[in-house]
């Protein structure tokens, strides 16, 4: 079942781009957080989105919020995505997609492409907002508003 609106994130665990595990209890619930869900690392529009929260990472950063982008990509893909767009931000790798799944994002174009979704939590892990649309550099705005909102 997917989570929704109103949800507590449970805790889950993966790799981030360094090749070290993530628990997502270290922010989740410490303090507002982004995550995003995103089809492949290197292809147009998810270099966009990812450009897009650096742009404005300082913005979130500045508002106590952390941002995390996941995909199916490997760790070592994620490193080169990463250091090639100096992206300041925690990017997981999501290889077996248990967290796709966990979260319930659904894939795009007839199932062929993994789905873009972003989700905001609040400091105590409840998602306020579950945003899903193609269109990549739309996210960023609607998740530094809702940040906002819950200050």
Known sequence: MALQLGDKVPDFFAKNQDGTLFES????GVKPVVIYFYPKDNTPG????????RDQYEDFKDLGAEVIGISSDSAISHVKFAKKYRLPF???SDDNQKIRKF???????????????????DSDGIIRLV???????KHIPKALEIIKKMQ
């Open 131 to 137: 945003f899903d649309s193609v269109v990549a550099t």
């Open 103 to 121: 979260f319930g994002v659904k894939p795009n174009l007839f199932g062929l492409i993994p789905g873009r979704v972003t989700y905001v939590l």
């Open 46 to 53: 998810c270099t966009a989105q990812a450009c897009s929260f």
């Open 25 to 28: 209890n270290s922010v989740v």
């Open 90 to 92: 925690i990017l997981l």
